[in-house]
C-alpha cells in the first residue's frame, strides 16, 4: 500500500515545482520520506552495535488523522532516539515535572488518559509502530495534553545514551511481547541486564510498573525483580499486585479478560543508591 493513499489532503510542492495535494500522491520520490519532518524509519542508523531485540516493527495503515498528527505535531512533540546526544528533559517538556518513561504504548489510549488523570507528570512514551505513534498525537492534541511526548526508535539505546543518571521518576512496561516460544526468551525484555540499565537512569524512589497477561512471563518479571538489588517490591508480602487505579483497564486487556487471560502487575521501587 502507498505510504500517501490514508495521508490528508494537505498541498504539498511536487518535483515538477507544482503543488499536489498529498492525498492524491499514489507514491514517493526516490528518497522522500514517507513523512517529511515526522519520525525517521531508522533513526539511530548504524551507529550502535547489532543485537537482539525485545521488539519487531510492524507495518500497518496510517490513518488520514495520524497521518496528519505526525506531520503537523511531531516537530514540536515527537522525538527520534538517535543515540547522539543526552536529551535535556526539562527543556523537552518546557518544565521541571518528573517524568515517567513508557516503554511500548500501542494504539496510546491509556497513556492518553493517564497523562489527562496527571498532569503535573511528563509521560515519554517511546514505540516504534507509526500509527500508534500518529494516534498517541493525536489524542493529545485533541485533550489538550501537554505532558506528553512521543519517541522513536529502541529504548534500550535511550536509556544508555540519551538520558542522564537518576533522570527519570518511573518506568511504566504494560503488555510487552512476551515471546512465547522458549528459543525466543532471549528477546523478552525485562531481564536482569535491562533492569541494571534502567536503574542507573531511576531516581531513587521511582516506580518500576510492569503488566502482563501472560502468566509465565509474569512469572519470570517477579523472580528477576525480585531478585535484583537495585529494586524492592512496594507489596509487603511480596508477589504481585492489584492493579493500581491510575493504570486504565485497555480494550486489548478487557479482551483477553474476558478469554479467561489473567494480568498481573508488578510494581517494584528504586532502593537508595548504596554507599560506597
Not at 165 to 174: A, F, K, N
Not at 231 to 244: L, S, Y
Request: include cysteine; charge should be neutral; proline fraction near 9%.
Amino acid at each position: 500500500m502507498s505510504d500517501f493513499v490514508n495521508a490528508p489532503a494537505a498541498e504539498r510542492p511536487a518535483t515538477d515545482g507544482s503543488s499536489v495535494p498529498l492525498s492524491a500522491r499514489t507514491s514517493r520520490d526516490k528518497g522522500e520520506p514517507r513523512f517529511p519532518g515526522g519520525p525517521q524509519a531508522d533513526p539511530a542508523g548504524s551507529h550502535f552495535e547489532r543485537r537482539i531485540r525485545s521488539f519487531q516493527p510492524r507495518r500497518s495503515r496510517v490513518t488520514t488523522g495520524q497521518a496528519d498528527a505526525l506531520e503537523r505535531l511531531w516537530p514540536r512533540w515527537g522525538m527520534d532516539i538517535d543515540g547522539q546526544r543526552v536529551v535535556d528533559l526539562a527543556e523537552l517538556f518546557g518544565n521541571t515535572n518528573p517524568v515517567v518513561l513508557e516503554i511500548g504504548f500501542g494504539m496510546g489510549e491509556a497513556t492518553a488518559q493517564m497523562a489527562a488523570a496527571a498532569p503535573d507528570v511528563n509521560i515519554l512514551a517511546v514505540d516504534v509502530h507509526t500509527p500508534g505513534q500518529g494516534n498517541l498525537l493525536n489524542l493529545a492534541d485533541q485533550d489538550g495534553l501537554t505532558n506528553v511526548r512521543v519517541g522513536n526508535g529502541d529504548a534500550i539505546i535511550l536509556l544508555r545514551e540519551m538520558l542522564a543518571p537518576d533522570s527519570l521518576g518511573g518506568l511504566r512496561v504494560y503488555f510487552p511481547d512476551p515471546w512465547p516460544k522458549k528459543r525466543h526468551h532471549k528477546r523478552r525484555l525485562i531481564q536482569p541486564a535491562f533492569l541494571s540499565l534502567a536503574a542507573t537512569r531511576l531516581a531513587p524512589g521511582a516506580v518500576v510498573h510492569c503488566a502482563t497477561d501472560w502468566e509465565p512471563y509474569a512469572e519470570q518479571m517477579l523472580e528477576v525483580l525480585s531478585a535484583h538489588p537495585d529494586f524492592e517490591n512496594t507489596q509487603a508480602a511480596g508477589g504481585f499486585a492489584p492493579r493500581p487505579a491510575f493504570r486504565p483497564l485497555t480494550r486489548f486487556e478487557g479482551q483477553g479478560l474476558d478469554k479467561g487471560h489473567v494480568v498481573n502487575d508488578l510494581l517494584f521501587r528504586r532502593v537508595p543508591h548504596r554507599q560506597p
